[in-house]
């Protein structure tokens, strides 16, 4: 095999490898009606396309901003416009999406596939580079942060779509803007608290996104719930 492609495989597969377990792991929050694999794919996909639009968008803005927290507070709002759009270009207008915890997985999907891409650029430099220890370690790093991150934000709008669901197009709209705002100030907050804290301190910022991943587990419970409730009231 050529010796220049291993670098661009071993990033591929060190991105894509854990988003694909993250993503078999969401796709079991909704084992008793789960989504069409086709659907999940392309969800996933949309999301690692768009880190092809939004990279040059970041870059463009960039030109414009000083202070390096500003740049990456920019970013984050522009990624989760970015991977809401992607989904609802793609699959939250979908007939497949027909109750309330679809939009969650749906929105986690896109989030792996964004992650997925993200990583493996991130990943291409020192694998290229560098030690392989060294690449590993990186990408552990951006394992259990960057990648739980995008879950988490992308996973926040999921929910506001959920409970959005039986409402009017309007209500769905209002909760959807919701949705991006608090993912877009969660994924700033991170960002935030990455670029300000002292290195040794950096694992307390991670644990503050597992425990917001823990959270989120138990809303996914109570939307499962809720899906009949609604359905009920409907059809009185």
Known sequence: MNSELLPIIGAAAGGVL???AWLWFWMREDKRN???RRVIALAFLAGMITVGVVIP????VAAFLASTTVIFMAWSIIEEVAKYLAARLTVLRSKEND???DSVIYMVAVALGFAAAENALF???PISGESFS???LTGNLRFVGAMLLHVLSSAVIGVFLAFAFYKSRRAKRLYGLLGVILAALLHSLFNFLILNTAE???LRTFLYVWIGLIVLLAVLEYIKRIHPVIKQRISN
Request: charged share 20%; proline share 18%; aromatic share 0%.
């Open 18 to 20: 854990p988003a694909l």
């Open 34 to 36: 789960p989504e069409p």
């Open 57 to 60: 968008i970041q870059q463009a």
């Open 99 to 101: 109750e309330p915890i």
């Open 123 to 125: 990943l291409l430099s």
């Open 134 to 136: 060294e690449s590993l």
């Open 200 to 202: 040794e301190h950096l």
